[in-house]
């Protein structure tokens, strides 16, 4: 048994960021650490053909380092397919601070991590995710100009939530006009994983289109609030996976779709926020598919916020974003209908349609 463990740790010190996993080429990964402030975190660079690497930090109490560069490490991967998809001339990066956002986390601290991202000089741009707020981005701003997602009153496209949760609900609407024959989602038995910013938005949508919405969250003071504001159902169950529902939306953390889920799901869609959401792309995207399951890929449907920051590069305003959010309709479907007629899985559809601009561009700036 010792010498099992000091071959694993051995394994770790010769490939501690190549022989990962979830590697996949990517161009940099920067660890960032300062003692005075308690700073500890990493951001990852996937891939810069269509342009700069940008994509949201993420502050999270990992169980250890490893995890939060396996985390990194799939979430920048994934920034990158879900500019190329939408296309926008972004690159895919992501950074994640580890620890406690409630706890941990100081305007000192943020300007610290905003001077690592400034040190890159423009190749990663910052934005906001799971454990930030805008504040938090106006902070990075005193320090560097490679952040978005600001507050509207700095000039900025503000909070993404919103426009995310937007992108989503288009994205169900046109896997339901697949799957349904209608995208109307009215008396449609659908529950909500993950009560976030983006969750509860997207539960407003649903439930003004009369969606019979259950809500699902490990704060059941979210719930409670969310519940309150408009009228959705706490879900009181064990395993909502076995319940029968019209679509599932997981807007927490990823990997949801698994080995041990996968087989008891009996949503006929499954649509939400989450990023990476098959913990394993190409078998659990099979395995969806062989179960008639309509999977909309994650980093296309919930590509709203990138459009939304993406606004404050290139300086236009709010109804272009609108635009750009809704024409996820068009794409989604899009995507499945080339699935279907292709034979393959939703996720590798939208994965090849992404990697096609990805290297068209790349052929472009080398010849």
């Known amino acids: 048994m010792i010498t ?16 990962q996993l979830s590697f996949d080429n990517h161009e940099q990964i920067v660890f960032c650490n300062d003692k005075d402030t308690g700073l500890k975190a990493i951001i990852g660079i996937h891939n810069t ?14 169980s250890s380092e490893w995890d939060a560069l396996n985390d990194v490490l799939r979430l920048s991967r994934g920034m990158t397919f879900k500019s ?16 406690d956002a409630k706890t941990q986390k100081t305007p000192e601290l943020m300007k610290k991590f905003g001077e690592f991202v400034h040190s890159l000089s423009g190749r990663y741009i910052t934005a906001e995710d799971v ?25 900025g496209a503000g909070n993404p939530s919103p426009i995310t949760a937007y992108g989503v609900f288009m994205g169900m609407k046109a896997a339901a006009k697949y799957k349904f024959g209608s995208d109307v989602l009215e008396d449609k038995i659908i529950f909500v994983e993950g ?33 309150d504001k408009y009228g959705a159902v706490i879900y009181g169950g064990n395993n909502l ?15 949801t779709i698994n080995d041990s889920t996968i087989n008891q799901i009996k949503a006929k869609i499954i649509a939400g926020a989450a990023n990476n959401q098959l ?43 609108i635009r750009k959010t809704e024409n996820i ?27 096609t601009r990805i290297d068209a561009k790349k052929k472009e700036i080398n010849s």
């Open 4 to 19: 099992e463990v000091i071959k694993a740790n051995d394994i770790h010190k010769v490939d501690p960021v190549f022989g």
């Open 49 to 62: 053909v269509l342009g700069p690497a940008l994509g949201g930090t993420r502050m999270w109490q990992y």
């Open 84 to 99: 190329a998809i939408t296309g926008l001339n972004l690159g895919g990066g992501k950074a994640v601070i580890i620890g």
């Open 131 to 155: 454990g930030m707020a805008t504040s938090d981005m106006d902070l990075v701003r005193t320090v560097t100009p490679y952040v978005t997602g600001i507050s509207e009153s700095l000039g």
């Open 195 to 227: 009560i976030g910013n983006v969750g509860e938005a997207l539960v407003e949508h649903l439930t003004n289109e009369g969606a019979k919405v259950f809500i699902a969250d490990i704060s059941q003071e979210r719930l409670e609030e969310v519940r």
């Open 241 to 255: 996976y076995l319940e029968e529902m019209d679509i599932y939306a997981p807007c927490a953390l990823g990997a």
């Open 279 to 321: 913990a394993d792309e190409q078998k659990h995207g099979l395995m969806l598919k062989e179960r008639g399951i309509v999977y909309a890929p994650d980093f296309l449907i919930n590509a709203g916020g990138i459009i939304n920051v993406y606004a404050e590069l290139e300086n236009y305003g709010k109804q272009e974003i």
């Open 329 to 355: 309709f068009n794409t989604t479907l899009e995507i499945l209908q080339y699935a279907e007629k292709n034979q393959i899985t939703t996720h590798q559809a939208a994965f090849n349609v992404a990697q």
